[in-house]
């Protein structure tokens, strides 16, 4: 009898949790599949299923090969014109001087399209704090590099058909456009360059802390869109961008990271969505371009045109909560070094102080906000359209489709 109970109690016993290989935690993380539109997730799942039998061969090449083709047709349109205008106007002198941009962009055009961060989010501080540069072209170049690799970027994202939010992005680019042009007109000849700098790390230091809290303790849905968007989510949104857009006048970058926060934080928009939405919106509007912005330019634009489609290609298959890192430690660096390369006075300090404070107290509540909706939402019964990733529940047409394709 007592060798039963003993049998019995060995069989209750819970089983032990299997841990991963490192090979199922890279595809885990760092290859998890696309987000992508109805439609193509449904050629792909055709493609899986029936091997692309009846399918067209043309239709079966563009669903097979479409990372390629979204990474090189960007890529070829650019270098067509980079290359007539080096050759015409005889400019590779400028390499000479300036080859230190073209590999600083290699990195920087990378997270350009993998981020919301942007690729001035790299050249900005880089120009402005490591070479010395003047941050007003450190300003202009990066807000014109951005024009090309984001475009190709961009370009990428919209071939591959990768989900993003087109409202959102629509709505926050109408009010970039306003903060942009306000922006220079008014407030960038009211800041020193050291005192937009450090205000512009200081601030997304403090996203990137309460983001990494949230990536810690957060639980529940995250969606693909914004859910029952109205007038005032729209004013929200609008606002965002507006701010983000003063932000891009002052130091040449801040639309896309605050779509992103609002997007993340707010409305608990998937970072997997939020990213490419961010990265969509990167144009240029330039005034009073300096000439010396253009020269940085032509270094660097064959480079970039090729990293930033590479990196959304790369970007879209990482797990959400690595783009959140990414950020996260981006931020961090770039509020590191701004301390350790600009010569602090007390003034600076106690700014820089009260910026990171009270942006971590205005995002806390951005995101106590979010929290709020999402709680009366699940109250209500109303789950939205779910973000089907590996911590969420999928429920919906619009949820994340796993693409297993190479």
């Known amino acids: 009898m007592d060798a039963e109970k003993a049998d019995d109690k060995e069989i209750s016993l819970p089983k032990k949790r299997t841990r991963r290989t490192c090979l199922e935690w890279f595809k885990h993380y ?62 590779w002198h400028l390499f000479v001087d300036k080859y ?69 992005l629509a709505i926050s680019s ?43 303790m957060r639980k529940g849905r995250v969606y693909n869109r914004i859910q029952r968007l109205n007038f005032l989510k729209g004013v929200v949104v609008a606002s965002a961008g507006f701010i983000g857009g003063v932000f891009t006048a002052l130091v040449g970058n801040g639309l896309d990271i605050c779509t992103f926060s609002v997007l993340t934080l707010l409305f608990r928009v998937s970072e997997k969505v939020a990213t490419p939405t961010s990265v969509i919106w990167r144009g240029v509007m330039a005034n009073d371009l300096s ?66 404070v009270g942006g971590i107290g205005l995002f806390s509540i951005i995101a106590y906000v979010g929290r709020t909706i999402h709680a009366e939402d699940e109250k209500n019964g109303d789950a939205g359209e779910v973000c089907g990733d590996a911590t969420t529940t999928s429920n919906s047409d619009h949820d994340k489709v796993k693409d297993g394709d190479a």
């Not at 990372?67 to 400019?91: C, D, E, Q, T």
């Not at 940085?296 to 480079?303: I, K, S, Y």
């Open 291 to 356: 000439f010396e912005a253009l020269e940085f330019l032509a270094v660097c634009m064959p480079v970039v045109v090729l990293g930033a489609p590479l990196g959304s290609v790369l970007g879209s298959h990482f797990h959400r909560n690595v783009l959140a890192m990414l950020v996260i430690v981006l931020d961090t660096v770039a509020l590191v070094t701004a301390f350790v390369v600009i010569p602090q006075t007390t003034s600076l300090i106690l700014m820089s102080g009260a910026l990171v």
């Open 174 to 216: 109408a009010g970039g456009v306003l903060g942009l042009i306000i922006g220079l007109d008014h407030f960038d000849r009211m800041f020193d360059p050291v005192t937009k700098k450090m205000g512009f790390v200081t601030i997304w230091f403090a996203f990137a802390s309460v983001l990494l809290f949230l990536i810690i």
């Open 30 to 91: 760092f290859w998890q599949g696309q987000e992508l539109r109805e439609s193509e997730a449904e050629a792909v799942r055709l493609m899986g299923e029936e091997s692309g039998e009846d399918v067209p061969w043309a239709r079966r090449f563009v669903v097979r090969y479409r990372r390629l083709i979204g990474f090189a047709i960007p890529a070829v349109f650019f270098h067509f014109f980079w290359w007539s205008a080096m050759i015409k106007y005889n400019a």
């Open 100 to 168: 230190f941009m073209s590999i600083t962009m290699i990195i920087g055009s990378m997270i350009a399209g993998m981020t919301s961060e942007g690729g001035g989010a790299v050249a900005f501080p880089v120009m402005t704090l490591a070479f010395q540069i003047s941050p007003v072209t450190a300003r202009d170049f990066s807000v014109l590099i951005q024009s090309c690799g984001m475009s190709a970027a961009s370009f990428t994202i919209l071939y591959m058909k990768i989900q993003c939010e087109w409202r959102a």
